[in-house]
């Protein structure tokens, strides 16, 4: 896991979760972006080793390749969930609510944290993600009522069609999410109009 302590007292926690064959250093790259006077942030490392390298948030498959359920990545958003709680208090800073970006599978990750821990997720970033199937059992009881998803993705994405996204948004906002958008002609990356667009959301 990385980490960036934060320079105040009294910081905001934000978990950025990378995605499938990534690492804890493959969403650092952002964190610059991000004012150290008001975020800690950690970048953890997903418990699964991934084919041919790098880390993911589910057990290996062979045969669901970039359909990651919500009964594969469960598991791991629980023991996200008790890391953040070990860790807050191993570092004395209060993270009853945090704030959450994913990117692909690490964004899929963020949905199931929304939907299924929606009392302890204040911001949902989704960057070229989608809602995993097995959520959809959670829309009526409307658990992102009241919360802002900011939501980017590229029209040129081979990896998360743009329609998977797009349904993926009716979901959330089924669910209750008000849903901040930024959509570029970029593939399966964030675009730096989105990054600006990720920035202002954050320091809303």
């Not at 009853?96 to 949902?124: C, E, T, W, Y």
């Not at 349904?167 to 089924?174: A, Q």
């Not at 209750?176 to 675009?191: F, M, N, Q, R, T």
Request: with cysteine.
């Amino acid at each position: 896991m990385r980490v960036r302590p934060a320079l105040t007292g009294k910081p905001r926690l934000l978990v950025m979760i990378h995605g499938w064959t990534g690492d804890e250093n493959s969403m650092w790259v952002f964190a610059r972006n991000f004012s150290a006077d008001k975020y800690w942030i950690i970048a953890p490392r997903a418990p699964h080793n991934a084919d041919p390298q790098g880390f993911s948030w589910r057990p290996p498959q062979h045969t669901e390749f970039g359909r990651p359920s919500l009964e594969m990545l469960f598991p791991a958003a629980e023991a996200l969930i008790r890391l953040v709680d070990g860790y807050s208090a191993s570092v004395g800073i209060e993270a009853r609510h945090f704030d959450v970006i994913g990117f692909s599978q690490g964004a899929a990750m963020v949905n199931v944290l929304g939907f299924l821990f929606p009392d302890r997720i204040r911001k949902m970033g989704v960057l070229a993600g989608f809602v995993p199937a097995g959520l959809e059992a959670q829309v009526e009881k409307r658990p992102l009522e009241g919360k802002r998803v900011l939501v980017a993705h590229g029209t040129q994405d081979e990896l998360v069609s743009i329609e998977r996204a797009r349904t993926s948004m009716e979901l959330m906002e089924k669910a209750g999410a008000s849903i901040v958008y930024c959509e570029d002609e970029v593939g399966h990356k964030l675009s730096a109009n989105c990054l600006r667009a990720l920035e202002e959301y954050l320091d809303d």
